[in-house]
């Protein structure tokens, strides 16, 4: 079998292994891609359904209307411009096989934290509300590491597309600040 030097400096073999070898990177990444949209819809079901008993029946749910909003725009709307924003990015920057080191740990990180934040309010825990929006700032740290990560790869100035990502990562991170501090101000 013949070989060659890839950019990164391993041996392929030219052939079925080099065929294997990208798909398998491409089907790693979409399948990354899927989890975060379906994580995100079914946030955006659970908002859904939420508003659904509050609109159409006598439910009574404590800040009912707050919740609703926070897993349709935190979990659901958020999530979508996280996850397949970052991976869009790869593609957009010319290396459709960047692979974002954290994803996984940043979708289970986005998730649980934005459960907890929701569980915690609902159950009027300010310190859970903390904890929660401690994995929400973790999140965002881990996106922005992969926004890095995009940017190593590709070796130039940052485009529009990455400035709005960088502004989304911002933004979050201090609405997460915001309303737990909020939270707190509300309880005391």
């Not at 349709?72 to 958020?78: E, H, K, Q």
Request: with cysteine; net charge positive; aromatic share 10%.
């Amino acid at each position: 079998m013949r070989y060659h030097t890839s950019v990164d400096g391993q041996r392929v073999g030219h052939g079925w292994n080099k065929v294997n070898i990208s798909m398998t990177m491409s089907q790693s990444s979409a399948g990354s891609e899927l989890a975060f949209v379906a994580c995100a819809a079914a946030f955006l079901i659970a908002a859904a359904v939420i508003a659904t008993l509050l609109g159409f029946t006598s439910a009574v749910i404590v800040h009912g209307w707050w919740l609703v909003a926070y897993l349709g725009l935190v979990g659901g709307v958020a999530q979508l411009m996280l996850g397949p924003g970052l991976f869009a990015l790869g593609k957009h920057s010319g290396n459709a096989t960047i692979e974002m080191r954290h994803k996984l740990p940043a979708l289970v990180l986005w998730n649980v934290g934005t459960i907890i934040v929701a569980a915690a309010d609902l159950a009027s825990s300010p310190i859970a509300v903390l904890g929660g929006s401690v994995l929400l700032v973790a999140s965002l740290g881990l996106f922005s590491v992969g926004l890095r990560d995009v940017r190593l790869a590709t070796r130039r100035s940052m485009s529009g597309w990455e400035w709005l990502y960088a502004f989304l990562l911002l933004f979050l991170g201090v609405s997460v600040v915001i309303g737990t501090v909020l939270g707190y101000r509300g309880r005391g």
